[in-house]
């Protein structure tokens, strides 16, 4: 786990767990929400369209190009 600022989700939404296979609104995965260095918290890199993507407390490794998520970590941040 690693500390980490205020989440500032999109307005008007709220935490709903998600799963791998799951289709996220394109909101969740704007620029805003990718971690720029993955390697600072020893996630695998992201290659072609992949984004390691935070939301909430946890990391999602989403493609940007059709919003499906790959792969998962919950509570992976904490305040």
Known sequence: MYRAPRYYGPRGTDYSRWSR???????FYGQNYW???????????AYGSY?????YDD?????????????????????
């Open 21 to 27: 296979g799951y289709r996220v609104q394109p909101y």
């Open 35 to 45: 971690i720029a260095d993955p390697w600072r918290y020893r996630l695998p890199p």
């Open 59 to 79: 990391v999602a490794l989403i493609d940007v190009r059709s919003g499906l998520i790959e792969d998962i970590i919950y509570a992976f941040f904490y305040r």
């Open 51 to 55: 984004r390691w993507v935070r939301y």
